[in-house]
């Protein structure tokens, strides 16, 4: 499976903008499935204007998105602020090629800073088939906890999806933590960022697609733009073959606890 990262720079831009690039961006990136960053659908660093531009999983942004994924061919996973049963989750829709509902996933835990006041926290894991791969999505916070990573993976998956908006101060996330997570694990680990800066957040760039060793297959500087890399479950079955860490995290923690 070819997986393609969207890193944009759409500061300030309205949902009318954010599509366009959307569509020219599945249009040319002659992929299967292509990750936006966190909160794509609004931009993260806004403040109150979250809770206006917030919707369901079923409303206008996410219908025009499944047009996209239809006219296309191209399954879309993206970012944004949902609506539901009064209250505001940070969450990460992936529609399928079909333009069918795959999966939502609701960020687990919600970091200091501007995201408190704002948005509940989800409950459960998110995974999903497609093309014979088993998917997880976390968001930002929630993939740089082992245990969230570890549970993804020890539940079946083989590939986590990771929308991020991370600050450049952060950067080591990207650099160091997210490939340990991939390698920990056995798990491709496609990670999503935004470029640019927007009301005064600088983000670090540096999306990345990692093989289960955690070895950059493609991995972004800090400008828009997308990369490309092939999903393999062959090496997500040697690498663990290799480095039985599911199965060995399992009898140590039972020694330990």
């Not at 992929?31 to 806004?46: T, V, W």
């Not at 403040?47 to 399954?75: H, M, N, Q, Y």
């Not at 088993?134 to 570890?150: G, N, T, V």
């Amino acid at each position: 499976m070819k997986v393609a990262v969207f890193q944009c720079d759409l500061a300030g831009a309205d949902s009318k903008t954010r599509l366009a690039r959307l569509h020219h961006v599945m249009q040319q990136a002659d992929a299967d499935l292509l990750l936006c960053p966190e909160l794509f659908m609004s931009g993260y660093h806004i403040g109150d204007r979250i809770t206006e531009l917030a919707e369901s999983s079923t409303g206008p942004f996410a219908k025009r998105v499944a047009e996209i994924a239809r006219t296309t061919g191209t399954a879309v996973a993206f970012g944004y602020p949902e609506a539901a049963d009064g209250l505001i989750y940070n969450s990460a829709l992936c529609i399928g090629r079909d333009g069918e509902m795959l999966a939502n996933h609701r960020k687990l835990v919600i970091p200091p800073g501007p995201e408190i006041g704002h948005f509940a926290a989800g409950d459960s894991l998110t995974l999903f088939d497609l093309d014979g791969i088993r998917f997880a999505l976390l968001i930002c916070y929630d993939i740089e906890f082992p245990e969230a990573a570890r549970a993804a993976s020890a539940a079946g998956a083989e590939v986590i999806l990771a929308p991020t908006a991370l600050a450049a101060q952060w950067s080591v996330v990207a650099e160091r933590v997210i490939p340990a997570r991939a390698f920990e694990n056995g798990s491709h680990i496609v990670y999503a960022n935004h470029a640019g800066t927007e009301n005064g957040l600088e983000y670090a760039g540096s999306s990345v697609i990692l093989d289960p060793i955690g070895g950059d297959q493609a991995r972004a500087d800090t400008s828009e733009t997308v990369i490309t890399a092939i999903i393999d479950r062959d090496q997500v079955h040697r690498a663990r073959a290799r480095l039985p860490y599911l199965r060995d995290a399992a009898a140590l923690r039972d020694r330990l606890i």
